[in-house]
């Protein structure tokens, strides 16, 4: 007799970067999910993805590559995070109303930020999904690496790394090259990445690299305002102000 298991229709929170590549590849390997959507975050008065500051085209070039539909979430440059939970709910029951019942995640081991993610999804029926939790961020890198996923850095935290880690591909030069208080994984906000090549995609994602820009931002003071339940990053409210970029421009063939 053969059983038949039918795959939990899912969407995944793409952010263009490694874990979400990574996270993306163990999933589409184990096949217990059919990942129906890739749902990513983008600021509309840019045109650029949320925190990490690539242009939607090099996103919709990846989304193309990989044969998965993306659906952008847009919202505007100062959000204030009553209009993030509104949009995001909205979304996600209307993701729930197309029986999509499962969300999956790039996160590792930062609880806050699932606990925030857990309790508002389960406000719409969906379970989160988090294939890297609690895996060690240097064993992830290396299995990312090996696995010949191809990541460059897009968007630094200016108080944890200088401008010349910005604009670079992620190999063992730069990871030898991290100071030793950050997680080389940029788990806590450091760095985010871009990933153009690697085993999820049909071809590689073409791109030149342009100039780099230092911008800097100011947080919100209402405690409300605030995801984050740890009370030591509340208070250490210039923790990631500052930032540098490295704008991509894709290569259309």
Not at 136 to 141: F, H, M, V
Not at 179 to 199: A, I, K, M, Q, S
Request: proline share 2%; with cysteine; hydrophobic share 35%.
């Amino acid at each position: 007799m053969f059983y038949f298991y039918k795959m939990k229709k899912s969407y995944f929170n793409w952010s263009s970067g490694k874990d979400s590549s990574l996270a993306l590849y163990k999933v589409l390997q184990e096949k217990k999910y059919s990942v129906e959507k890739l749902i990513t975050n983008v600021n509309k008065d840019y045109q650029r993805v949320s925190m990490h500051g690539l242009h939607e085209s090099l996103l919709i070039a990846q989304a193309d590559s990989i044969g998965i539909p993306l659906e952008k979430i847009e919202f505007p440059a100062n959000v204030t995070m009553d209009l993030y939970n509104q949009k995001m709910k909205e979304k996600t029951a209307e993701l729930k109303s197309l029986g999509l019942e499962t969300a999956i995640f790039g996160d590792i081991f930062l609880e806050d930020l699932r606990n925030y993610r857990d309790t508002k999804l389960q406000e719409v029926g969906i379970t989160g999904v988090y294939p890297l939790w609690k895996n060690n961020t240097k064993e992830l890198l290396r299995e990312f690496l090996n696995l010949g996923f191809k990541t460059i850095t897009v968007c630094v935290n200016a108080k944890k790394l200088g401008e010349e880690f910005v604009g670079r591909i992620i190999d063992e030069n730069f990871i030898n090259d991290l100071p030793n208080d950050v997680d080389v994984c940029g788990e806590n906000g450091e760095f985010h990445t871009f990933c153009y090549d690697g085993p999820i995609f049909k071809k590689p994602i073409k791109f030149s690299i342009g100039e780099k820009v230092l911008k800097s931002y100011t947080l919100n003071d209402d405690d409300s305002d605030n995801c984050h339940q740890n009370k030591e990053e509340e208070n250490n409210k210039n923790y990631d102000t500052s930032f540098w970029y490295c704008d991509l421009k894709l290569i259309n063939e």
